[in-house]
């Protein structure tokens, strides 16, 4: 399986921006999409998550209300639509995939990851 991220740049607090996440590969219809993220300094942190079905929906409280995880698995995509950017949001984001069937927010749930998008919010 094979990820690429992209959606990313440069827009105002307050703004709004799209991630995808186009996947290759037929396991991708049958594993979970997550999307982490990585500050300058920091640790990779989760973000959000979704069932293979996408019935199901789990995000981390930082974003809860801003920011919407979907996926289309006819197009091998998945998108994070982001509301409501606030500066301390800038970030590299990096979606993955994998079975999850434990902790979704640990990134060893996750078998193939993207290689990451930059988005960086202006205050």
């Known amino acids: 399986v094979q990820l690429q991220a992209s959606g990313g740049g440069l827009v105002q607090a307050g703004g709004s921006l799209r991630l995808s996440c186009a996947a290759s590969?037929?396991?991708?219809?049958?594993?979970?999409m997550g999307w982490f993220r990585q500050a300058p300094g920091k640790e990779r942190e989760f973000v959000a998550d979704?069932?293979?079905?996408?019935?199901?929906?789990s995000y981390a409280d930082f974003v809860k209300g801003r920011f919407t995880i979907s996926r289309d698995n006819v197009k091998n995509t998945v998108y994070l639509q982001m509301n409501s950017l606030k500066p301390e949001d800038t970030a590299v984001y990096y979606c993955?995939?994998?079975?999850?069937?434990?902790?979704?927010?640990?990134?060893?749930?996750?078998?193939?990851w993207g290689q990451g998008t930059q988005v960086t919010v202006s205050s």
């Open positions: 590969g037929r396991t991708f219809r049958w594993y979970d």
């Open positions: 979704i069932n293979w079905s996408g019935g199901s929906t």
């Open positions: 993955a995939t994998g079975p999850a069937l434990g902790d979704i927010t640990r990134e060893s749930e996750y078998t193939y």
